[in-house]
């Protein structure tokens, strides 16, 4: 769905239907083959949240926030860990008995992530960055997130500049799989 306003309106936003898909996928017994597509549809999410993170908002964090440097690179740990259970999770069926092990570790490792950075690195970000400067950042994070990849990349570099040469051609090669595969659509 489209978002508007500044870089943190939009970040929120993608935050909450993030944790829309999570209730979904929780409100299904284990084994309920629409957990997959759910997770497919989580996973295409995040990878595109976190690409748009990566090259725009963790960036103006270490330009614009005290102490932003270790801010950034705290974040892009988590993302880096919750990559990885992403990859895992790819493999894995919704019979397959890993599947909910893998969900259950990456839902709780997003909600971490998401709590520390509504508590802590928006607010600081808002006070420290100009209300224009958010705005711009919002509107790059929208358009960057049409064009990133939608399938965990663990290897990808995740620090401009290269971070931003790369996704894009991740992203086309991820979405023509998908649409080719039907990946996080329903049967």
């Known amino acids: 769905m489209p978002h508007e306003g500044n870089v943190i ?4 936003t993608d935050h909450r239907e993030v944790e829309e898909l999570f209730g979904q996928i ?3 017994p284990p084994g309920d083959k629409d957990r997959k597509l759910h997770a497919d549809q989580v996973t295409m999410e995040l990878v595109r949240h976190s690409v748009a993170e990566e090259a725009y908002l963790y960036p103006a964090v270490r330009e614009h926030v005290p102490d932003g440097d270790a801010l950034a690179d705290k974040e892009i740990e988590d993302h880096s860990r919750a990559e990885q259970l992403m990859k895992d999770l790819e493999s894995c069926e919704a019979d397959d008995p890993e599947f909910n092990r893998i969900i259950g570790l990456l839902m709780s490792e997003i909600r971490a992530h998401v709590a520390d950075e509504e508590q802590n690195l928006f607010p600081k970000l808002r006070a420290a960055c100009p209300p224009q400067a958010l705005d711009d ?10 064009l990133a990849p939608t399938r965990p990349h663990p290897m990808a570099p995740d620090k401009p500049p290269l971070n931003k040469l790369l996704a894009p051609g991740a992203g086309l090669v991820d979405r023509v799989r998908d649409a080719l595969t039907g990946r996080g659509k329903p049967d």
Do not use: I, S, T, Y
């Open 9 to 12: 309106d939009e970040l929120v």
């Open 26 to 28: 929780e409100g299904l």
């Open 137 to 146: 950042l919002g509107d790059k994070v929208r358009q960057a997130k049409m």
